[in-house]
């Protein structure tokens, strides 16, 4: 949920207690996620925009 609603693996690290932000994002924070926007920069820069 912490991930879903944007907020950084530092946030996510501290609720769960983790002192390391790399085990909270190997473990709880969800990878191939699509994000629109990298898709939307994507597009512009292929298309010379």
């Known amino acids: 949920m912490i991930d879903d609603a ?4 530092r946030i ?3 609720q769960l207690g983790h002192s390391r932000v790399s085990m909270t994002q190997d473990r709880y924070m969800r990878r191939g996620k699509v994000y629109s926007e990298v898709a939307a920069l994507l597009e512009a ?3 010379g925009e």
């Open 12 to 14: 996510g690290a501290d």
């Open 45 to 47: 820069d292929i298309n």
């Open 6 to 9: 944007g907020m950084s693996a």
